[in-house]
């Protein structure tokens, strides 16, 4: 399962700040931290009000890999400051994200294709998110299908789901956790990626949330292949460490094992 | 979901020397402490080697009921202890268990035909437990079929998928997640009971790994009807909410929502 680390986000008030003001300090610790709790790729996103985001993505992407060795998931909504990312990242990025929107097939897609790069797919279309488990499945499908045409390889499609917070439905969790089964069955071969702390949101105690949504997301769909999570939360990576295990996907539960022994999982 | 409360079990040492000692203060306050924990139901078990069990379990059985008032599991392996404790059972208790296996069928479903209760169905044959999923899935409708056949009603079995420890096989609990699955599918009306703790056995940090697994079950089987848990384990009660409500089964969280107020939820 490969673990990749939520914080180096804009959209949190205090990363935003930092990346505002070009706090080189504040976003090192952030990223060495991360990777010290066990991260194996970071998201980067520069999405800062009033900022330029192609400028500060490709800083935050230097800055980062100056300072740890993990490849980056460079996440922006906006395809130039994607490009221009991607033009300074060295290794093999992740992007996030496409979808089966008109306007990510024209402007994110042929920047996925031209690079040595895996991908993460939405299930988003031009009408939104959809509300059931099948019509999420169809919008993948559609993503995975155009993706494909344009050359990517499906096991560099990472498919997420998407989860809404349970504050606005007490059946949010539920229809991601049908699509992530949907998924499994319907379009193998296809990566999963599962986002943990949007369920949460709004909602009270949301780190319990988190760990056990992440937990029945991997039952759903019998293993996921990729998580983005508070990678600092000890004990999110238990449950998840836990739940790969149950899952079958940790032979003779060696990392659980190791992980017990470096006194790496909570009781 | 119905939670049981798995400690009045004598084959854990220390309730099994307070049964054979007819430790009255000790049994008095263990059923006491797990209905305050939320237990709405007991397990009971009273094999206790050298001892006579049909006597034990009825004493435990009149002591526990004079103690607390929620119904209670009675568990046993012998026909003889199980009739003497149903016969001073007040009110509508659960059996444990009936299964495929001929002698079961033949001495204990009489027993809960003929009593006004439900019964939990294990996943096991002549054979033993089988080893794949769609196995496991025969034995259980062989023991509904026959289990209906005999007059128990659809919505009074639980069926049990069985768990092994992770100790045994690193796919343990996977078969048990699909088991699950395969029960849900093609057993509809039924209903499923998870028992957590087994699949731990001989493995480090236990409680992780059955919190963890309990909220991987309840995904699996899109919400469970029963489990049978340690309710004193504040972690475990905790996951068992949270996977309730984001399995869709607590109505607008509220459930969640009184159990957080209530101080009953680990962050």
Redesign the interface.
């Known amino acids: 399962m490969l673990i990749v680390g939520e914080s180096l986000n804009g959209t949190i008030p205090k990363v935003g700040e930092a990346i505002k003001a070009k706090d080189a300090e504040f976003v090192r610790k952030l990223a060495l931290d991360q990777v010290e709790a066990g991260a194996q790729m970071l998201d980067v996103n520069a999405g800062v009000a009033g900022a330029s985001e192609a400028e500060d993505l490709a800083w935050l992407v230097g800055l980062v890999q100056e300072t740890v060795s993990v490849p980056l998931l460079i996440d922006s909504a906006d395809p130039a400051a994607l490009e221009a990312a991607l033009a300074i990242h060295k290794g093999r990025p992740m992007i996030n994200s496409i979808s089966a929107e008109k306007h990510k097939l024209d402007s994110v897609l042929p920047l996925v294709a031209s690079h040595d790069c895996s991908v993460v797919a939405l299930c988003l279309g031009d009408e939104g998110i959809p509300q059931t488990p099948e019509a999420r499945l169809k919008v993948a499908r559609i993503t995975v299908e155009r993706a494909q045409a344009a050359g990517v390889k499906l096991e560099d499609i990472y498919v997420d789901p998407l989860t809404l917070g349970?504050c606005t439905s007490?059946?949010a969790?539920?229809i991601t956790?049908?699509t992530l089964r949907l998924i499994r069955q319907e379009l193998p071969g296809v990566r999963i990626m599962c986002i943990a702390s949007n369920?949460s949101f709004g909602?009270?105690?949301r780190?319990?949330?988190n760990r056990?949504?992440a937990?029945?997301?991997?039952?759903?769909a019998?293993g996921v292949e990729a998580v983005m999570v508070d990678v600092r939360d000890k004990a999110m990576m238990?449950?998840l460490m836990?739940?790969d295990?149950?899952?079958?996907r940790?032979?003779?539960?060696k990392a659980y094992?190791k992980a017990?022994r470096a006194g790496k999982?909570?009781?």
């Open positions: 349970m007490d059946k969790a539920k956790l049908e369920v909602m009270p105690n780190r319990l949330l056990t949504f937990a029945m997301a991997v039952a759903a019998m238990s449950s836990a739940a295990a149950l899952a079958g940790d032979p003779y539960c094992f017990f999982l909570v009781t």
